[in-house]
């Protein structure tokens, strides 16, 4: 690849026209120099007009100049072939996917490097010369190339975009100024692109701080998991040991009580074993006793029976028999109900232990949960604001008047999505939300967060309100009206204008007549926009503020008819 010196060399022998090396180099009395072929193929259309120019600076001439070969530039430019620095452009000079093209390349396009915001055009490093070396290009801004030169042009007017509109935070053209935008709070791009970077100055300064607190959190949280990864190991190999201490000690206990009945066992055996032989040898004498007396008693020989009866004979049931202790049946069911109080015992103490262990288990932690509101949400991340209804769309709320609220002489209808002024009182019971004497109304639903909603109206005159819940509700008063007090923001619709009103001050508000109302609130940022809802949508009145609870959307209907509908909305 040739070098940046290479590079230049081939740019300033090259012709403007054809981008390649001159061939047959002529030089204009203006100073540029032109392959002939290109210059002459140029001005051979120009001979109509009898005028011919420099393409580059744009200097004409009266006569056709006579063109001649420069020997001197000629040579250099063959010395430049001769070095192969003539070649094609590296394959990074052409455009690539994602590269911005040259407006003004044939063939294939080379890569843009800047963007000229008055030509509305890209160029390449080649067509970009005359921008720097005509006087006729001298005003020109030129930016880092870009492929969304469009974006900067007016769509309704087809002029640049050099102002910035305060009052609808967008960019517009001089004519826009003088016509949607007559009246409001501009300021040129510059001073916008000024205030607008020092709020983003202000903003990055924040990031960087929740960035910041963030890492710092984020080295803490680590350091706990760590801290609580070792300790939860610990406690691991500290139960894996207790409990196989336990079971080690219980295994003893076994066997110890495994032994003791063994052995209690089997010297109440051994003593058992003893009395039996005994019984059994006194049975057997018995038994043989018995027997001589049972042959004695069947002798016939009168001497025989009364010289035999001479041994001692005593009544069996007078017989003394040897003491035996006897064991009652089961003799160890005492031991297994021990046991068995044992194992209840065991049982209920380690289901207590073990209940205050999970619970001190589950205790442990590196996070404590945090109810996140939805205004700090917003504020972590602040979206860019809708532009077109779609947009709006997504953020469209579902609504419902409340009946607690509304005043006696409006009606609710279809579900409380529709209220109409009536002449006749309505039968509400008591309730100290309602509103006491202003026919107004307020809907169920609390907005804390990004919200939009429209309504649709026949009639003589409404309001469409946003107000805190803690309005005044009782007397005559127009404290208790949305706008005249601190707590709400309206805007009314008169026959012939639109007015703003809050904390009992008022503004006027120009804009179209139009049956249906859109409003978009976003309360962590601080914003409350109404706009006319037709082919387009126009702002009518933006207001910026902080709004410190949630607030809910409020009515005013005057004049006998006068309806007020809450539109059903589809993102």
Not at 52 to 72: A, E, H, N, V, W
């Amino acid at each position: 690849m040739a070098d940046t010196g290479n590079l230049l060399s081939k740019v300033q022998f090259s012709c403007p026209i054809c981008l390649d090396l001159l061939k047959d180099p002529v030089t204009l009395p203006c100073g540029h120099s032109y392959c002939m072929n290109c210059i002459k193929s140029c001005w051979d259309k120009e001979d109509l007009l009898g005028v011919y120019s420099c393409p580059q600076c744009r200097q004409t001439f009266k006569l056709r100049p006579d063109l001649k070969k420069s020997t001197i530039l000629a040579e250099v430019v063959e010395k430049l072939k001769n070095t192969r620095l003539h070649a094609t452009a590296p394959a990074d000079h052409y455009a690539g996917p994602g590269d911005v093209e040259c407006d003004f390349c044939t063939g294939r396009k080379h890569k843009a490097v800047k963007s000229c915001l008055v030509c509305l055009a890209s160029y390449c490093e080649s067509h970009l010369q005359p921008h720097y070396t005509s006087p006729a290009f001298k005003k020109h801004k030129l930016a880092d190339a870009t492929g969304h030169l469009q974006d900067k042009v007016c769509s309704q007017h087809d002029k640049l975009l050099e102002v910035y509109c305060r009052t609808d935070q967008q960019c517009v053209c001089l004519l826009c100024v003088m016509d949607e935008h007559r009246g409001h709070d501009t300021v040129s791009a510059a001073a916008g692109r000024t205030e607008k970077q020092k709020q983003q100055e202000i903003a990055q300064k924040e990031f960087q701080k929740w960035i910041q607190e963030r890492e710092n959190e984020l080295q803490e949280m680590k350091k706990a998991v760590n801290a609580l990864s070792l300790s939860a190991q610990s406690a691991v190999e500290e139960s894996e040991r207790t409990f196989t201490e336990m079971i080690c000690s219980i295994e003893r206990r076994r066997s110890e009580v495994t032994k003791l009945i063994r052995d209690q066992e089997k010297a109440a055996v051994n003593q058992a074993e003893g009395h039996m032989k005994r019984l059994e040898q006194e049975i057997d004498e018995l038994k043989r006793k018995h027997s001589e007396l049972e042959q004695l008693s069947h002798t016939e020989d009168h001497i025989h029976f009364l010289q035999g009866c001479q041994i001692p004979c005593v009544p069996l049931a007078s017989a003394p028999l040897p003491s035996i202790p006897l064991v009652p049946s089961g003799s160890f069911e005492n031991v297994k109900k021990a046991l068995f109080d044992l194992k209840a015992q065991l049982e209920r103490s380690c289901k207590d232990t073990l209940t205050g262990m999970s619970q001190t288990v589950k205790d442990v932690c590196v996070l404590k949960a945090k109810k996140c509101t939805s205004l700090e949400k917003e504020n972590h991340l602040q979206k860019p604001e809708p532009r077109t209804r779609d947009e709006f769309l997504r953020y469209a709320c579902h609504l419902t008047l409340d009946p607690n609220t509304v005043n006696k002489y409006l009606c609710l209808s279809e579900g409380n999505r529709v209220v109409t002024r009536v002449e006749e009182t309505q039968s509400y019971p008591e309730h100290p939300d309602r509103f006491e004497q202003k026919p107004q109304v307020l809907c169920t639903e609390s907005l804390s967060g990004r919200h939009y909603w429209e309504i649709e109206w026949s009639g003589n005159r409404i309001s469409m309100a946003v107000s805190y819940r803690g309005i005044s509700r009782k007397g005559g008063n127009d404290r208790t009206l949305f706008g005249y007090n601190d707590k709400s923001w309206s805007l009314y619709y008169f026959p012939s204008m639109y007015n703003f009103w809050h904390n009992n001050k008022c503004w006027t508000v120009s804009g179209p007549r139009s049956s249906r109302i859109g409003v978009y609130l976003d309360h962590g940022a601080g914003t409350l926009c109404f706009y006319s809802v037709s082919d387009t949508m126009t702002l009518l009145h933006r207001v910026q503020t902080t709004f410190t609870e949630p607030l809910y959307a409020g009515f005013y209907l005057y004049g006998k008819g006068t309806t007020i509908k809450l539109c059903s909305l589809s993102s």
